[in-house]
């Protein structure tokens, strides 16, 4: 007799989703996590006393409503907190402010051209459509293209229905959209080169792709497909760090009875006829179960914690094919005091809110240029955000943080392996962009930590240190994610599936590919589904 | 020439707060309260709420009327006007209560202040000064003043509020229980702290001499200015008050000395508010009415209800079928609750209908095309937000 009706492997924030779902319809589940702590990419770490950074994931979008109200994550201690206005520097003195406030918004657009703060509209009005389409497929199982079983039929039509409301000539847009890089996309509604390159910033975020690059476009999307309380494309932040969000959901996973273990780094899967039947810890203990459940990315299950000849023909090779090229780096840092930006007015909401450090379409190419050969930019792209400004659980009061997403680093360099020498040396080259544009603020470092995709890996386990668990492109997501023939969380290896960012619908914070993998796993045990649908804004 | 202002009769009064507010207020959203010109919010509705439940936020509550009641015979008049029992209240503590008419009609809430045996603060949301003069007819040993005018208010709500206000050189602060009242030296006058509150959530109300008014807001202010104080409005309040379950005047009842169709306004039970009234005290306003509605049992009760979706039901009936065809109650206030992330209302719905199962048929707007759901609704026990730190003693992070 098993002990266990389930084994997560990977306390990430969809391995505790899926697990809480799983415990939820009276599964016995235990989550296995190699680190001494949950979360995954979805963390808060206090490696300086009185700092808490959110380590890797620090702003929350995506994350489903329907998820966090069924799972009463309220209840277990999570409250989303926004933060308002954002200011994107150019290259030289330029300075584009979001502001909060609409017609705000709309004047400042207007300085910087006309015809672009019109076009705006259209632009928000053409994504918003997209994402509507887009956000009525996360919460559900991508149909199989290659069956003609019912419910896949079925799923089909409810798209072909979904897609057909666009009306012939969007639809066109739409699968060019698709395709398209992200330049390219807002050549068409844009002039200004500041605007462009603050609007073209979610679709390099995270991937391997450049501006230019065709697919940029989808990212950009996925990146403003979220919402918060319904404000679509709008991003807060957890209070207590993105690590309450994991802690919130761990908390549903004990009510509902399961077990999470931390130190419990899993070293192998045990497959017995075709069918898994259990893991192999790295301390040599062996814990049996009806079904194992992988948290971990696509590359790292199948190459890592399986054995090629455990696997049918030709799926070792997929997943050591699988895109997962690493391309961003994090700087975390305490400060003594708020850092002061050149240009910028003292508007205690707008000075405090978001910093794009984006400068041109131009300075983001030449920084992906850097990353193909295998070095970092000097003038990196760097998206911020001071997250104590908002939260006052996450610095001592009058002291802050502030997170820095770095993009572009590469996994592995040119110039041999990385080292904690050129580690530091990547985090001086962002410290020395933040300082071109706010003089002094060297001076106000108490602490940093810099993550290559060499620490994201060792330390996250995501393969590359890839945010999403697999890049964002076509041939790698809806039903062909992780790989096609394999988009319904059930893996080539009876009894296992997987329920990471590797899955529809992909990287971010989200709990969705958890909850999915849930729902499609509860219907193979014949169990009654827990799994909430989707709750829209009536779009 | 004279210079003055033809139209200053309907010009609205100003809080001693004001020059502070007026700067502050980006996007000038005022409204008015009890004559005095008052901010609907001031950067962003939804940010000033999440400052209260989040950070920390100040709300002027000077407009709130304010009674002193003096006297020997202050605490049975008292006591003879509202339904809780007055003598139970100690010195420094405040008491919620309601009052209503001899047919049992709820004429106000309030709170009541007891500052000495022999001394009371009356806070309300309408003036009331006829009705404290009716009620002390017969009282030899009492008098009445409105100290409305004479007396600033700033309420502190939120999180960091316990701490913003140690900064500030309160010392002991912490030590306040809910409901108690402390008393602290400011600039040669006595600054007065209750740790009471409109939010559901931990807070203090501050009360000044209006000369001393902005002197407060600033010291306040330079302490907040680390734990992300910020002032908030009307809106804000609503929507806190509402996710903490608090009835507000002209939304859950109908004052009862401005109702004019018959039992348009309520009783105290049907806003579930039935353990504010107290029988085993002497008699009191209303008393037989009141015993005669708890025997019989009220004929609708406030619900809190957790309605599917997340289009608030504003303005919704309720029905005990999915078809909409057999109405049992109205909703008096609804939201999304990006606190809780749940769609919740207050409702009233006839008693015998609770047990019930609900549905609300709520209608929306999208891009001018009306539209409607139907959405089951599910009652809920305990308030939507009810965080321990708003009972902790001392409040934690403080
Ligand atoms: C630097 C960075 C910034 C990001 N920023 C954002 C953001 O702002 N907003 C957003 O929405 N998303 C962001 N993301 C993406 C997001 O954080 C991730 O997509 C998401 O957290 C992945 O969650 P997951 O549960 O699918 O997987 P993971 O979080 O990767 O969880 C996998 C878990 O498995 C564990 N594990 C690995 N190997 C083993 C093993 N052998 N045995 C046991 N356990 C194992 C890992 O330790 C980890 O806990 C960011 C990611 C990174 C890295």
Redesign the pocket.
Known sequence: MNKYDAII?????????NAAYLAKAGLNVVV????D???????SRELQEGWLY??????????RQAIHRDLDLGRHGLILVPYLGTVNFGDGDERLFSYHDEEAAHHELKRHSPHDADAMHRFQTDLTRYSQLIRKTLMRTPPDPASFRPRDIMEFLYLAKQFWTLGEKELYEYVRFFTMSAAEYLEDYFENDLIKAAMASPGI??TALGVYSPGSSYVLLH?VM?DVDGSIGA?GLARGG?GAI?DAIAGAVAEHGGEIRTN????KVLVKNGKAIG?V??NGDEITARIVV????AK?TFT??MDKSDLPEGIYERAKNFKIRGS???VNIALSGMPKFTGVPENRYLARGGQGFSGSLETMERAYDCWKRGAWSDDPFVESVIPSAWDPTVAPAGKHWM?N?VQYCPPELSSGPWTPEKRDAFGKSVIDKIERYSPGFRDLIVHMEV?TPHE?EN????TE?????GELTIDQLFFNRPFPGYGQYRMPVKNLYM?????HP??????V??ANAAREILIDLRRTNTVPVDDFYDE | MTTTDPYAGERLKLSPFYPRQEVLNIREAWSAWNGYKFAEYYYDAEYEYFCVRNQCATYDITPMQKYEIRGRDAEVMLNRMVTRDVTKIGIDKVAYCVWCTDEGRMIDDGTIFKLADDRFMLTCGSPCTAWLAKSAFGFDDVTITDVTDDLAALSLQGPTSCAVLKNMGLHGIDTAKPFNIMHFPFHGESLMVSRTGFTGDLGYELWIPPELGLKLWDELYAAGEDYGIQPYGEAATNMARLEAAFIMPAMEFNEALRTVNFEHDQTPFELSLGWLVDFDKPHFSGRSALLKEKQRGPKYTLTKLDIEGNRPAEGSYIYGNKQCTKEIGYVTSAMWSPAVKANIALAMIMTDQLDNKMWAEIYYEKELRQYSRIAACTRKKKPFWAPSRARATPPPDC
């Open positions: 492997i990977g306390a990430g924030h969809n391995g505790l989703t296995l996590e190699k680190n702590y949950i979360g995954g990419a979805a963390v959110s380590s890797c994931s620090y702003v929350c979008s995506m994350m975020i995270g990146h979220g991003w993105m994991s419990a780094g899993v070293q893991v810890l790295e992988s948290n971990l990315d790292r890592r914690i961003s780096g994090k997170s997403f993550r994201i330390e996250v386990g995501l240190g890839n945010i999403f668990q329920c990471g960012s590797s899955t992909g990287g971010g914070v989200s709990s590919c958890g």
